[in-house]
């Protein structure tokens, strides 16, 4: 039985990487959305193309892309058992000097389209489930039908100057928990991705990986991809990136004071990742 994936953000960084790493599942089928059309189709080509690769090339943001989305899994599948939602970005500015419009744009991509995109496509993830038989998502530890949410640590700590992505990535957050409850008992499963800095396109990292002491903050996109596996058919409620990345949460809740002074000044002020 073929393995349907829709995986958003998927011309480089994190969504290339779990492009690659669903692929190599047992008869997948995986359908890559992104804005960057070359990109796409030099994967798909990579993946070995039709069937088991497709492309759509779009913006997540433009009026009538869910449906287009929907459209063309219906068209090329008609069913669908994973949906990744990783496409985003992060633009850096403090509020005093970018103001709403900087919030405004981060909310767009960062929260609005991954949940506009959900409301297009779940009806169809319903529909899967239940031809599979599911009366619960995660049974047994696994998920044949999921939904994964990229977020970030900045979900959870927020820094000066990412105070808009973290908005938006709070937001995703804390939606993607009632999801997770109320979709259950239509056997689909919903996990989360709270990767920390990770090495890609649109950010190099450079100024973390110089330094022997902030080396061990950054990952790569391989092992995000390991764990949107994780959190999608693995069933796994949410998964941090590096794992040790709980830490800084739990902090926050903990001593938010001590967290505070440690996010105001060095590298972790200034870094920010702008490959989700």
């Known amino acids: 039985m073929a393995f349907i994936a829709l995986i958003t953000g998927a011309s480089s960084g994190i969504g290339e990487a779990a492009a690659r790493r669903v692929a190599r599942e047992p008869d997948a089928r995986v359908v890559l959305v992104a ?28 009026e009538g892309a869910p449906e287009r989305v929907l459209e063309a899994v219906q068209r090329e599948h008609g069913e669908l058992h994973m949906l990744v939602n990783n496409a985003g970005a992060s633009w850096r500015g403090r509020f005093g000097d970018v103001g709403w419009a900087n919030v405004e744009r981060h909310m767009k991509l960062d929260f609005e ?14 529909e899967t489930a239940a031809g599979l038989g599911l009366p619960a998502a995660g049974a047994g530890g696994r998920a044949p039908v999921s939904i994964v949410n990229v977020a970030s640590t900045a979900s959870r700590v927020s820094r000066p100057g990412a105070g808009s992505y973290s908005a938006a990535k709070f937001a995703l957050a804390g939606w993607t928990d009632a999801l997770h409850a109320e979709e259950r008992e239509h056997g689909v499963h919903v996990g989360m991705v709270l990767p920390g800095f990770v090495k890609t ?15 061990w903050l950054v990952t790569t996109p391989e092992v995000v991809a390991e764990a949107i596996m994780e959190a999608g058919p693995g069933g796994r409620a949410e998964r941090y990136t590096p794992r040790y990345y709980w830490i800084g949460a739990a902090a926050r809740t903990l001593a938010p004071r001590l967290v505070r002074r440690a996010t105001a000044g060095g590298a972790l002020s200034t870094a920010t990742n702008a490959g989700d």
């Open 113 to 126: 389209a991954p949940v506009r995109l959900i409301e297009a496509l779940l009806p169809l993830l319903r």
């Open 35 to 62: 804005r960057r059309q070359e990109r796409l189709d030099a994967l798909v080509g990579e993946l070995g193309g039709a069937p088991r690769a497709s492309a759509l090339a779009l913006d997540l943001t433009e």
């Open 201 to 215: 396109e649109g950010f190099p990292a450079e100024e973390l990986v110089s330094r022997a002491s902030t080396r």
